[in-house]
C-alpha cells in the first residue's frame, strides 16, 4: 500500500487554497466581531453522550465513535459544532441575556454526505442565543448574506421553511420518532403516493394537509396566500406562516441579488430544528452552500432552554466556489550573505510586502506568489527593479 494514500474522500488542502481558505477565515471572523460576536473552539473530541445531546439519528450515523482508553467511555468526533457551542452557552457561559457566539474547526464525517465529495469540512458559522424573536433570525440570514458576499458571491437564492408547520398539523397526533423520521423522508421527497399510501392511519384531515405541503413551493407570496388557505387552523401554523411573511419582508430589502422562495416540506433537520429554517445556494452548487434556522431543543436539552438561532456553511467549499484571487505580488530576492541585502529585505517585510529569497539563478515555484519585482544591487545598496 501506497504510505501517502489518504482515506476515501479526505483530502490535503494544497498552498494556494489554503492561503485563499485562511483570508476568507480572517475576513468573515472579522466580519462578524463587528456584530458583536464571541470567537469559540470546542474540541475535537467529546464524550458522545454529551456530542448527540438534542439532536437527531441523522447526526449520530455521521459521528466517527472511539473508545477513550482513560475513562473507558464512547468518544466522538464532531460531526458538527453547533451542539458543542450550544454546551458552551448552556453550562460554560451561562448568561442570562443575548450571546452572540462564532466559531470555525474542522468537522469529520463517518459518510460522505449526499452532494458533497468531502468527508472533512471546515465548519464556519455564527449562533445567536437567548432572544426568541425573529429579530433573531433576521440578524442570522443578513449575517449570513454578508459572509457570502465577503466571498463575492453576491447572487443568492434563499429558501425558507419552518419547523412549526409540522408541528401544528401533528399536534393532535402521537407518533414515535421512528415514525416521524419516516413521515419526514417522504416529506422531503415529495413522494405524494407513498405519503397517501403511508397517512391512511392518520385523520383525513391530518393526511390532507401532509399532502399540502408537499405542493407549498415557490414565490413567497403566493406560497404563503395558499398555505393560509389550505392548512388547518392552529396557533403553531398560525405563528409560523406570520413569522415568516415578517421574514420575507425585512429580507426582501437586504439585496437587490436575494431572490426569496419558500418550500414548506424541506424539513431537513426537523428533529434538529424548533423554528424558522433557511437554506441558500448559489448557482455554482447544486446543494445548498449553508443551512441554518432555530433549535432551541438543544439548550433545553443541556438541562437550561435557550432560545438559539443561526448558521453554519463549510469554508472549503466556499473558498472553491470564490472567484476571489489572493495571490500575492512578491519581491525575488538572492540568497546570499550580503549586511545591506538582509537590511533592504527586513524594511520590505516591515512595510508588508512579500521578499522570497532563493539562491541565484533559480526561479521560485510557487503557485500563490507571483515575483513581479527583484532585489538587484546598484552601487553599494539595494535597490527595487521591475522584472
Known amino acids: 500500500m501506497n504510505r501517502w494514500l489518504l482515506p476515501e474522500d479526505i ?48 447526526l449520530n450515523l455521521q459521528t466517527f465513535k472511539l473508545v477513550d482508553q482513560l475513562s473507558g467511555r464512547t468518544l466522538g468526533l464532531r460531526a458538527d459544532m453547533t451542539p458543542q457551542v450550544a454546551r458552551i452557552d ?15 474547526g474542522s468537522v469529520a464525517h463517518a459518510r460522505t454526505p449526499v452532494g458533497s465529495s468531502a468527508r472533512e469540512e471546515l465548519q464556519l458559522g455564527a449562533e445567536i442565543y437567548g432572544c ?72 383525513d384531515h391530518v393526511s390532507k394537509a401532509l399532502i399540502e405541503l408537499t405542493q407549498l413551493n415557490g414565490p413567497c407570496a403566493e406560497v404563503l396566500a395558499k398555505a393560509k388557505a389550505v392548512l388547518p387552523k392552529h396557533a403553531s401554523v398560525d405563528q409560523a406562516l406570520t413569522e415568516l411573511d415578517r421574514l420575507v419582508s425585512a429580507a426582501g430589502a437586504l439585496s437587490t441579488q436575494l431572490e426569496l422562495s419558500i418550500d414548506l416540506a424541506d424539513l431537513r433537520g426537523y428533529q434538529y430544528h424548533s423554528g424558522v429554517m433557511f437554506a441558500a445556494y448559489v448557482e455554482q452548487l447544486p446543494q445548498p452552500i449553508a443551512r441554518g434556522g432555530r433549535y432551541d431543543h438543544v439548550g433545553q436539552a443541556f438541562g437550561r432552554p435557550r432560545p438559539a438561532t443561526g448558521f453554519s456553511l463549510d469554508l472549503l467549499t466556499l473558498a472553491n466556489l470564490s472567484p476571489l484571487n489572493p495571490r500575492k505580488l512578491a519581491v525575488l530576492a538572492p540568497w546570499i550573505d550580503d549586511a545591506e541585502l538582509t537590511k533592504a529585505i527586513a524594511a520590505l517585510r516591515n512595510k508588508g510586502e512579500v521578499v522570497i529569497q532563493v539562491p541565484v539563478g533559480s526561479n521560485v515555484e510557487a503557485a500563490e506568489y507571483g515575483c513581479d519585482r527583484e532585489l538587484v544591487k546598484q552601487g553599494n545598496s539595494w535597490e527595487v527593479k521591475k522584472k
Open 11 to 58: 483530502a490535503d488542502v494544497l498552498p494556494a487554497e489554503a492561503r485563499k481558505v485562511e483570508s476568507l477565515r480572517r475576513a468573515i471572523l472579522d466580519l462578524y466581531q463587528s456584530y458583536g460576536y464571541e470567537l469559540v473552539a470546542p474540541p475535537i473530541l467529546e464524550f458522545l453522550d454529551s456530542l448527540l445531546t438534542g439532536t437527531g439519528s441523522d
Open 90 to 104: 448552556a453550562h460554560l457561559l451561562n448568561r442570562a441575556g443575548v450571546t452572540r457566539l462564532c466559531y470555525a
Open 132 to 203: 426568541a424573536t425573529w429579530e433573531a433570525d433576521f440578524e442570522a440570514i443578513t449575517l449570513l448574506l454578508k459572509t457570502l458576499a465577503v466571498a463575492d458571491l453576491n447572487k443568492v437564492y434563499l429558501d425558507l421553511s419552518h419547523a412549526g408547520i409540522l408541528t401544528g398539523i401533528l399536534a393532535d397526533q402521537k407518533l414515535d420518532k421512528e415514525t416521524i423520521e419516516t413521515l419526514y423522508g417522504l416529506l422531503q421527497s415529495k413522494d405524494r403516493p407513498r405519503l397517501s399510501q403511508w397517512a391512511t392511519c392518520l385523520p
